[in-house]
């Protein structure tokens, strides 16, 4: 039985404006660049995670995303930043391909989106509703393998900073993941940055944005010099996640180009070429 193929894009900041940068990175561009990068690496996957910060406080930057991931043939997965502006996001991602705030089943795997918007703050929180969403999904399901995704960190990031603007309700979040023995994967965004640890057999996994990075283990805020990335995942029948971050090319990703989506989405049905050789 094949694996169930993810590729994770976090963290576009996009604006309306084509050229719209941020820390000097044209950001629509970064992101096309970043979409080709995973066509050519990957050929193919079974579903996408958008996780967060999908606009830098411009909903005209929607129109980016619905242009960019609109046309997918396999399902787009969307959860809300602290960049975001939800009813916005709502309006512009509530049809097909997108799912947003969703919980989708796949073969042996459950993908459950949550929410941690918090508005007016950087930091984010799960409100009590929430965390009652996640409890019953995943009560709803304890035969099938869960993969949890959301915006924020719910773990430390050893940078004082960064910690200072995580989950807040980090260990609630924990405690209802602790009560599902099912649960293999939490996978966020916000960070800027590769991370890649465990705890008490689940896998913990923050990515890097398709713009800039910040640096990691330092006590305040600092740009680091990686170029955009991104994440794919191979989530297995018997539970195990195989997952890696790539990094793209610098000079790639400073050129405008126009991923074809016509390769990178293309429907779980047709052979794909594993990305098992990139390294963690």
């Not at 896998?203 to 600092?222: H, I, N």
Request: charged residues 20%; aromatic residues 6%; glycine residues 10%.
């Amino acid at each position: 039985m094949n694996p169930l193929r993810l590729v994770q894009f976090t963290d576009l900041h996009l604006y309306g404006a084509a050229d719209g940068r941020l820390r000097g990175v044209e950001v629509l561009a970064s992101l096309r660049a970043t979409i080709a990068a995973a066509e050519a690496r990957i050929g193919r996957w079974d579903a996408v995670l958008l996780t967060g910060d999908l606009v830098q406080d411009d909903p005209a930057g929607y129109a980016h995303v619905q242009a960019l991931f609109g046309g997918s043939p396999v399902p787009v997965y969307c959860l809300p930043g602290n960049h975001d502006e939800p009813e916005p996001m709502r309006a512009a991602l509530s049809a097909p391909p997108f799912r947003l705030n969703a919980v989708g089943t796949h073969g042996e795997w459950q993908l459950v989106m949550l929410d941690s918007y918090l508005h007016g703050q950087a930091g984010g929180r799960l409100a009590a509703t929430e965390l009652q969403r996640l409890d019953a999904a995943l009560a709803a399901a304890p035969a099938r393998h869960a993969l949890v995704c959301l915006h924020h960190h719910p773990v430390p990031m050893a940078s004082r900073w960064l910690d200072s603007v995580g989950l807040a309700d980090a260990h609630e979040f924990l405690a209802v993941l602790d009560a599902h023995p099912q649960v293999r994967g939490v996978v966020w965004g916000h960070v800027h940055q590769a991370f890649d640890s465990e705890r008490r057999g689940v896998r913990l996994l923050g990515t890097p944005s398709t713009c800039a990075q910040f640096k990691p283990r330092v006590p305040g805020f600092a740009i680091d010099g990686r170029p955009p990335g991104y994440r794919w995942l191979e989530l297995h029948p018997d539970g195990r996640i195989e997952s890696a971050v790539e990094w793209v090319d610098a000079a790639s990703a400073g050129a405008d180009v126009e991923p074809s989506l016509a390769s990178g989405l293309r429907p779980a049905a047709e052979p794909a070429r594993g990305p098992r050789a990139a390294a963690r």
